[in-house]
């Protein structure tokens, strides 16, 4: 049974940081890409970052420079680094893993960024 499991969200003030956390069980972890997604209220779900199984990356523009994508393939666990939070950045995140045709997503973390 394939289990992504977040960790790390919270509530933050604006220019502050969080570091979220999706370790992954039931997969070959080393070999799927990992990619970070999030939903804001109303909106929809959006691609934030991901990174290939070689460690190839990608970001948004609206993070790009902010966040940071990294794996510990010999944890299991993907990390998103969040620095310089804003309100708009608020939003549920979830992790999601991919390789051909399969494609698991966790339960989501709750990301509140108000003064």
């Known amino acids: 049974q394939v289990q992504l499991v977040e960790s790390g969200g919270g509530l933050v003030q604006p220019g502050g940081s969080l570091r979220l956390s999706c370790a992954a069980s039931?997969?070959?972890?080393?070999?799927?890409?990992m990619a970070w997604y999030r939903q804001a209220p109303g909106k929809q779900r959006e691609l934030v970052t991901s990174?290939?199984?070689?460690?190839?990356?990608n970001y948004a523009d609206s993070v790009k420079g902010r966040f940071t994508i990294f794996r510990d393939n010999a944890k299991n666990t993907v990390y998103l680094q969040m620095n310089s939070l804003k309100p708009e950045d608020t939003a549920v995140y979830y992790c999601?893993?991919?390789?051909?045709?399969?494609?698991?997503w966790g339960q989501g973390t709750q990301v509140t960024v108000s003064s």
């Open positions: 999601l893993a991919h390789k051909s045709m399969s494609t698991y």
């Open positions: 039931g997969i070959i972890f080393s070999t799927y890409r």
């Open positions: 990174i290939t199984n070689v460690g190839s990356t």
